[in-house]
């Protein structure tokens, strides 16, 4: 029976079968009514399910490609193609300098975060010593604290560096915000690597150096990918911080809050809007499609969500 | 379950420190401090820029911290009336905590129960239809909070949003609405927006705990008779209490502390007090209102309460296995 329920082909050689009586025949028959039902039904899931998924990206690609996006009477499809609110926005809109700022801090992010979480996740994975539950401990604990009630504090302590409306009092509040999750998620990764390749290296004569950079490093290199991916994340699409120590120094701004000028006192320009949108989105939905197998073993593991 | 959700975590038992502790015993010094050598620099950043800020956001609370105290750095304490006048606010009972709580509450259970069912619709489909689903909600929860937020708003915009214009085409209202002036249409699209961009974290972390549910069972649950219906409820969820439990907890977190959904829409930058959710109100008031003690008192508010929902999440991960 088990049989029949997997295919249909199944389904006619069992009916077909001399000995078999009618019973079961019109069982199968019944049943193979049932699927064709649940597979339509599966087909209208699936395609309301990606209605629903798509429509806000297929939106903004819509209105960011339509030289008419907000003035009315908007289609599905962009009634005139252009590319004109992309020039705008790159050009005028400032997004090139916006763009580069982003840039320039998620990289820096990235690279000063996945130094520190390597390092103090070897600490956490590999030795046994006093404190370390309470360290992991702290570690998932701090990802859970609210960024509104961070900003205050770090507001003030960045004021009183004379580093507010600079693009280095951003990037160290960054390299804090990503550095638990990296040291959360690497710690996995460092974990999986066989102690065996290590003291094959010991027995080989190399020092703890030594085997850190040839043994270790190599082998952890996809976790740190994913681990860089997320500090990418989060510092590009971060907006609390931005908003609050960039202020008023707007040929600093990020790209998420370099959005906020094209919103005027009576309309705002949704072209632009959705064009910088795009922008800004792109690099990111690349960047999940690098990492995504690994998405939900990490995000679970303790996680932080933009 | 612990295979498919963990991040892989073997050799942590008795071999581990045997080989770590170095190549000879003779360095037994340097191999005691190794650990701290390599964790100081984190701990130094974590300490500087997390741990001591929040020491300080609640010494905040406790001071009436304004412009003033900030430029000359003179504590002015006034003990707990920050909290007395949160707690006296009849702002916080009719408007705070029903945005807070309530659409937390609301925003988690339609967060769950959609991608449930999404995870469920995707095992049951073939793998390259799995792959089309998987691939279509990886954009959803791609799109970064800030411009999904903007597409949403564009979506119902009050003039010309695709949303009004539709209603009207269909002859359903005779001119354009303001959904953002309403504090439960305002709400009702945040929740839109906070369930489209969550949901997909959960579909995908419960497929992964379906897909390990042993075949046999459910099987042998179907020939018994059991409907669909009944083979969830009883061996599913049954079975992925775990994956439940991490899921639900991580939602919950998340979806109280909604701010970028909240500020970025109209009105939700405190100019509509009816929107004021802790975060929000906590950030308008502080800077804002230059008021960063009073602020600072909403956002301790706010951490106490995240940090009790963590506490059960760090319970049940340390029933799964050990750290």
């Known amino acids: 029976m088990s049989v029949s329920t997997t295919n249909t082909t199944a389904d006619v050689a069992v009916s077909a079968r001399p000995e078999a009586s009618v019973t079961p025949a019109v069982r199968t028959s019944r049943r193979s009514a049932r699927k064709t039902r649940s597979a339509a039904g599966k087909a209208v899931l699936v395609v309301l399910l990606l209605a629903f998924t798509l429509f806000p990206a297929f939106w903004m690609l819509s209105s960011a490609f339509d030289s008419k996006a907000g003035t009315g009477g908007q289609q599905l499809l962009p009634r005139e193609f252009t590319l004109d609110n992309f020039a705008y926005v790159l050009t005028e809109g400032g997004f090139d300098v916006f763009l580069r700022n982003s840039a320039i801090v998620a990289l820096v992010t990235v690279l000063a975060s996945a130094v520190l979480a390597l390092l103090a996740s070897v600490a956490v994975a590999r030795f046994r010593f006093k404190f370390r539950t309470a360290m992991l401990l702290m570690i998932l604990i701090v990802q859970m604290v609210p960024l509104e009630a961070l900003v205050i504090p770090l507001f003030v302590q960045v004021r009183d560096l004379q580093l507010l409306n600079t693009l280095l009092g951003l990037m160290v509040v960054y390299v804090a915000l990503s550095l638990p999750f990296g040291i959360w998620m690497l710690r996995g990764f460092v974990a999986a690597v066989p102690v065996e390749l290590e003291e094959a290296a010991y027995l080989d004569g190399a020092s703890w150096g030594r085997m850190f950079r040839s043994v270790m490093l190599p082998l952890v290199m996809p976790g740190l990918v994913a681990t860089s991916v997320f500090s990418f994340i989060t510092a590009w699409n971060e907006f609390i911080f931005a908003m609050t120590l960039l202020g008023g120094a707007s040929e600093n701004y990020t790209v998420a809050i370099g959005l906020k000028q094209f919103f005027g006192e009576h309309s705002n320009e949704w072209g632009y809007i959705m064009a910088a949108s795009t922008i800004i989105t792109i690099p990111v939905m690349i960047f999940f499609v690098i990492v995504q197998r690994r998405l939900s073993s990490g995000l679970v593991a303790g996680a932080v969500k933009g | ?323």
């Open chain 2, 1 to 323: 379950m612990t295979n498919t959700l963990q991040a892989p975590s073997v050799a942590q038992g008795a071999p581990a420190p045997r080989a770590a502790g170095g190549p000879g015993r003779t360095k037994n010094l340097l191999t005691r401090t190794r650990p701290w050598l390599l964790l100081a620099p984190a701990l130094a950043v974590l300490a500087v820029l997390l741990l001591w800020p929040l020491v300080r956001v609640f010494l905040f609370s406790l001071q009436d911290y304004g412009l003033r105290e900030i430029v000359s750095g003179e504590p002015n304490w006034i003990g707990l009336a920050n909290f007395g006048e949160i707690f006296t606010s009849p702002e916080l009972y009719t408007v705070v905590l029903p945005n807070t709580v309530g659409f937390a509450v609301l925003a988690v259970a339609g967060t769950v129960a959609l991608g449930t069912a999404v995870a469920v619709l995707m095992a049951a489909l073939g793998p390259f239809w799995r792959t089309v689903v998987g691939s279509a909600i990886m954009i959803a929860w791609a799109m970064p909070a800030v411009t999904g937020t903007y597409v949403w708003v564009w979506i119902f915009d009050a003039d010309r949003g695709i949303f009004n214009e539709t209603l009207q085409a269909l002859g359903l209202q005779d001119e354009p609405v303001n959904w953002f002036t309403n504090r439960y249409t305002f709400y009702a699209i945040v929740l839109l927006n906070v369930i489209h961009h969550g949901f997909p974290f959960v579909a995908i972390t419960i497929l992964a705990g379906l897909l390990g549910v042993p075949k046999e069972m459910l099987e042998a649950a179907e020939m018994d008779g059991a409907g669909a219906w009944r083979r969830f409820w009883r061996i599913i969820v049954p079975n992925l209490k775990q994956v439940f439990a991490v899921v639900i907890i991580l939602s919950t977190i998340w979806d109280f502390k909604v701010f970028a959904q909240v500020y970025l829409m109209p009105g939700g930058a405190g100019s509509n007090r009816e929107a004021l959710n802790l975060g929000v109100w906590s950030y308008v008031e502080s800077f804002g209102q230059n008021r960063y003690g009073f602020g600072s008192a909403i956002a301790v508010l706010l951490t106490l309460v995240l940090l009790a929902i963590t506490v059960v999440y760090v319970r049940t991960m340390l029933k799964e296995d050990e750290l």
